[in-house]
């Protein structure tokens, strides 16, 4: 069971800072234990995925320099960019950024058998540089099991939980009278039914461009009771379940999605989503601010936020996360630590969830009753993301090689909603990627 923090010992945002923040609500003092100023002066370079997260973290980037004295210098580049740069970078052993922004679910083993983060363990531990509030045992399981390598070294701090949900246009199911499905089923039937080309109007979308749709299939299969990894270490994904997933994958991704959807990752399913002619849209309860923002929405008001419906044999709400590391080549580790632990504190976790822009690992900053009120989004996000944390479960694999999986299914897959026939490119994939697992297990 997870413990919980007394309350008058969480937090973080300072109090020359709080001024500016009168808005938040659940807003804590800093510790006055913490040095914040002993490295004001330096400057660090920060790497970020581009996200509604990361978005969140450059909104307040001032509050933490006006708190150390500490410049930086951030850059946010897209998902796929991003990784690749960061790998390119940190192979070569001189990278130009002091913290990285990982995702846990297709980098962690990579960056651990690289050595590329740091040991930050001993910085954890350390009163002047850590605030009381930042304890272990504030984390939810997933976050700690994340952030330490094989050794139970500690090489990063958890930043976000996403669970993936579905986002549905409650006018177009309301035209047509339906109700929201609890089965895999019953979502297959209503996708067709919202589907009208004539009208340019569509029941589904989801990512299907290469290597972004793996999550997709995978997040289908946990409803068939399956993974596409089993204990023994043996891909099941040439397994009934597998292809079964598949098939409903190219089902709603043919039948029932708009056309040129094959070139779609989250950005396209999002954008196309917030016009007001898909009738549903999987993915990450992260991406959901935009939605109730009229700037940028023609839904704002209409959307509901839903649990992943049952499958055949389990309900299962796909799971991935994300974290903030201190790089192993970097001369600023200390300061380094000091942003990422900024980053995750309590208040930074507040603004993540009452912006809708993501879930703080951090269980204290979801029981505060306080930052609760300020959540912005419906309740029914909020209802979606404590729902979906009763049935988690880990999206992808949690194997060094996991980009090359999502790469070399992620084009059987996308093959699939050209038509191709699923079984025969789960085998081929299967047969690619097995020598290849094989190979990072050696």
């Known amino acids: 069971m997870t413990s919980f923090l007394n309350p008058t010992r969480r937090g973080f945002l300072a109090g020359t800072a709080a001024l500016s923040a009168g808005s938040l609500l659940g807003v804590r003092s800093a510790s006055a234990a913490v040095d914040w100023k002993r490295y004001a002066g330096t400057t660090l370079e920060v790497n970020l995925v581009k996200s509604p997260r990361s978005e969140t973290l450059i909104k307040y980037l001032s509050e933490f320099e ?81 952030s330490k390598d094989q050794d139970g070294v500690l090489r990063s701090l958890p930043f976000s939980v996403d669970y993936w949900i579905i986002y549905w246009n409650k006018a177009l199911f309301e035209k047509k009278g339906l109700s929201y499905p609890t089965t895999f089923d019953e979502l297959a039937s209503a996708a067709e039914a919202l589907t009208d080309p004539s009208t340019n109007t569509y029941g589904f979308v989801a990512r299907g461009l290469k290597n972004a749709n ?8 946990l409803g068939y009771g399956s993974s596409p990894l089993g204990p023994d ?34 950005a396209e399913a999002q954008s196309a989503f917030l016009q007001g002619k898909i009738g549903m849209w999987l993915d990450g309860v992260g991406f959901a601010p935009p939605i ?49 632990q900024w980053a995750i504190s309590h208040d930074m976790g507040a603004r993540l969830l009452q912006a809708g822009a993501g879930v703080p690992f951090r269980q204290s900053i979801l029981e505060d009753a306080k930052v609760r009120e300020g959540v912005k989004m419906p309740g029914a996000w909020l209802d979606a993301v404590v729902g979906s944390a009763k049935v988690s479960q880990l999206t992808l694999p949690v194997i060094i090689p996991v980009t090359e999986f999502r790469d070399i299914y992620g084009v059987g897959l996308t093959n699939m909603i050209g038509g191709a026939d699923p079984a025969d490119e789960l085998k081929t994939a299967t047969a690619q990627f097995e020598p290849v697992l094989a190979r990072s297990e050696g």
Request: proline share 6%; hydrophobic share 35%.
């Open 66 to 146: 006006e708190l150390t004295g500490i410049k930086v210098n951030a850059e946010a580049t897209p998902e796929q960019q991003q990784r690749q740069k960061t790998t390119i970078e940190l192979s070569s052993g001189k990278p130009s950024f002091d913290v990285v922004h990982m995702s846990y679910h297709v980098q962690k083993r990579q960056f651990e058998k690289g050595g590329w983060l740091a040991d930050i363990s001993g910085f954890f531990k350390d009163p002047s540089l850590t605030d009381p509030s930042l304890a272990e045992g504030d984390f939810a399981e997933a976050g700690m099991a994340f």
């Open 214 to 221: 793996t999550p997709v299939w995978t997040t289908l299969m």
């Open 292 to 340: 109730e923002n009229p700037e940028k929405s023609r839904v704002v008001g209409q959307v509901g936020y839903g649990i992943m419906p049952k499958g055949p044999k389990a309900q299962a709400a796909a799971t991935t996360g994300d974290g903030l590391g201190v790089v192993a080549a970097s001369q600023k580790k200390e300061a380094a630590y000091l942003f990422c």
């Open 233 to 266: 270490g043996k891909l099941r994904t040439t397994s009934d379940e597998a292809v079964e997933a598949a098939k409903l994958y190219q089902k709603l991704m043919t039948k029932t999605a708009p056309p040129g959807v094959s070139g779609f990752n989250w």
